[in-house]
């Protein structure tokens, strides 16, 4: 009947279902809907005023309030951008589909902002919420607060305030974060890893991160406008915290890359940066920048990359279409300079560049992200004007650049290509696919592959000397890092459940060192 059918709008539908728009209902969902408000801030920092070639900066203050003896948390996050208009704070902040950041205009430019959602999964699934903002050509400040989705004062007043957008908010982790109680323990290292990860290329932006040791003072959410301003400002400036992340003291952001993935502590012997800016920023694909580096030592065995679109960090790491064409153009370049056919044909067909760390950013307006959680992306039309406008960069820097890279890699090279081809590694028509792991360095294999051959697992180096104490003709060994994807956690249907595993790469590697073919019977 007409009756059995029912409408949720705008916040009351994140409430219904919040995995709808957060990935996970954990610490990371927490982190995921704290990085929507930050994403915002960074989106209007790094926009291009008219006129200007350059971003125009400024400041994002990122704060966690931690009231252990009620076991909650607040979140404020500030910036001084140009804020929003007062008649649009409410629907911006509350009706789902209401964005600044289409393509109808130019209020943005290469943001990663879709859907008018992002931001709005904090009003709605938050215990106290209140927003305030000062739009840079108004002379008021308006705001909203709202309890448990539902919004309970909307207000303006004339004042002198510099522009920008000032939001905190209380989420509700006991109805909608369940697996988040370790957050206020552990959630500041993935805040701070955020606020560090953008900061790689929005050089602009001072970011600063702050930990204080108690709630926010109770009368701010009920505070008059000037009076709630006042206090965010005096916790700002004067009340104690901890200072956990800021970009000010930070002299080399690409650092970042480092620690996140390399463990080699291994120095670059070659490194350089690559740019590309539109002065037009009406052009689609406006800029991008790609950071590279090699270092003597690999440490998987793979390539590593970093990728992200319009501060969007991509899910994967080398098979997205923007790690794929960096990937090609550099190998193509470097095949050119090889001494034979047979390594020239390597190093484009086979060379997996193990000893390079390839940071991405690129800036395109209008991107498709998919989903509402954007953490994949996939665009022919995009792809083949990135791969057009990266080959004619790489085209400048010339034979002598190219010929010095090659020569630099020139060991590497051949001892990869030896591994790959040589007698001896041809033992075993396996070798092969055991150098394509995921983690090859952690594959140790048997002599010889029969009825008898056995393959033990072992968690990290804990089994001791087992590597050694083995008989080497036939028991092989693969070092797992942490344990794998538990496949009986997954609920759904048979082939939702292999694709899960499927994805992982440990799974993907045992795949590979058993010779099962998935989806088959073998």
């Given amino acids: 009947t007409a009756e059995a ?61 931690k009231d252990k003896i009620n076991h909650r948390f607040q979140i404020l996050v500030k910036d001084d951008g140009r804020g929003i208009p007062s008649s649009r704070l409410v ?53 909203v607060s709202l309890a448990d989705g539902k919004i309970l004062t909307k207000d303006k ?25 370790d957050f206020m323990e552990t959630g500041s290292i993935d805040i701070i890893k955020m606020c560090k990860q953008l ?25 008059p406008i000037s009076e ?15 200072i956990v992340y800021d970009s000010n003291s930070v002299s080399d952001k690409t650092s970042f890359l480092f620690d996140e993935y390399w463990r080699t502590n291994s120095t670059p012997f070659f490194s350089d940066t690559f740019f590309k800016r539109n002065l037009d920023i009406k052009e689609d694909l406006r800029e991008f920048a790609i950071k590279l580096f090699f270092t003597k030592k690999s ?38 300079y090889q001494e034979n056919d047979a390594y020239r044909k390597f190093v484009l067909e086979e060379y997996r560049l193990p000893t390079a760390l390839i940071a991405m950013d690129v800036r ?63 033992k075993s028509d396996n070798r092969r696919t055991f150098l394509e792991l995921n983690f090859v360095n952690n594959f140790k294999e048997c002599e010889n592959y029969d009825d008898r051959s056995e393959l033990y697992l072992v968690e990290g180096n804990s089994a001791g000397g087992i590597i050694n104490s083995r008989d080497s003709t036939f028991q092989a060994i693969y070092l797992t890092r942490g344990k794998p994807t538990n496949g009986a956690s997954y609920y759904g249907n048979l082939a939702a459940d292999r694709q899960v595993l499927l994805k992982d790469p440990l799974y993907q590697d045992l795949i590979k060192i058993i010779g099962v073919t998935p989806n088959t019977t073998d």
């Fill in 5 to 65: 059918i029912k409408k949720f709008t705008n916040l009351e539908h994140i409430r219904y279902r919040p995995t709808g728009y957060i990935r996970t209902r954990d610490s990371a969902g927490v982190v995921h809907t704290i990085r929507e408000n930050i994403d915002n801030s960074v989106d209007e920092l790094t926009q291009i005023p008219n006129g200007k070639t350059e971003p125009r900066g400024g400041t994002i203050y990122l704060c966690l309030f």
């Fill in 91 to 143: 629907s911006a902040m509350t009706e789902v589909g209401t964005s600044g950041k289409t393509n109808l205009n130019s209020a943005y430019v290469a943001t990663g902002g879709q859907f008018g959602v992002g931001a709005k999964v904090a009003t709605a699934l938050s215990t106290r919420y209140r927003a305030l903002s000062k739009n840079y050509l108004e002379d008021v400040v308006a705001e």
């Fill in 157 to 181: 007043t004339r004042m002198n305030y510099p522009s920008g957008l000032t939001v905190i908010f209380e989420l509700d982790v006991a109805q909608f974060f369940p697996d988040a109680m």
């Fill in 199 to 223: 900061n790689m290329f929005n050089d602009c932006i001072n970011f600063q991160v702050y930990i204080y040791e108690r709630a926010i003072d109770n009368k701010f959410w009920t505070a």
């Fill in 228 to 242: 709630a301003l006042g206090i965010v400002d005096d916790f700002l400036l004067h009340k104690k915290k901890d």
């Fill in 299 to 336: 440490a998987t065995g793979n390539i590593q990359c970093f990728a992200a679109i319009n501060n969007v960090v991509l899910k994967s790491k080398t098979d997205n279409s923007i790690s794929v064409v960096v990937i090609d153009a550099l190998r193509k370049r470097l095949a050119n």
């Fill in 364 to 426: 395109y307006n209008g991107a498709e992200l998919a989903g509402l959680t954007k953490d994949d992306y996939h665009d022919a039309t995009f792809e083949n004007e990135f791969s057009k406008q990266l080959n004619e960069l790489l085209d400048q820097r010339g034979n002598e650049y190219w010929l010095q890279l090659a020569t630099a890699l020139k060991a590497d090279i051949e001892l990869r290509y030896a591994q790959f081809y040589d007698a001896p590694i041809k």
